[in-house]
């Protein structure tokens, strides 16, 4: 077995230790998303959802059984 050769210790890294770096497409596809999501806000859309959520609720529970 060949000796190590004297030096600073290095930490050994672990793949669990480390996250990989975003690809392009990764981060592009964040930014996307992020400016889809600023857009709905802006629009309202995210409270129409809720309101209509709220109004197809109230009309399952108003059904006739």
């Avoid at 690809?23 to 309101?51: C, F, P, V, W």
């Avoid at 709220?54 to 059984?65: E, F, K, Q, V, Y």
């Amino acid at each position: 077995m060949p000796l190590r050769k004297k030096g600073p210790r290095v930490p050994r890294r672990h793949a669990e230790d480390t996250e990989p770096t975003p690809t392009d497409y990764e981060k592009q596809r964040a930014i996307t998303i992020m400016k889809n999501n600023q857009m709905r806000q802006r629009l309202g859309l995210s409270q129409l959802r809720s309101m209509m959520a709220s109004i197809l609720s109230g009309r399952i529970n108003d059904a006739p059984p």
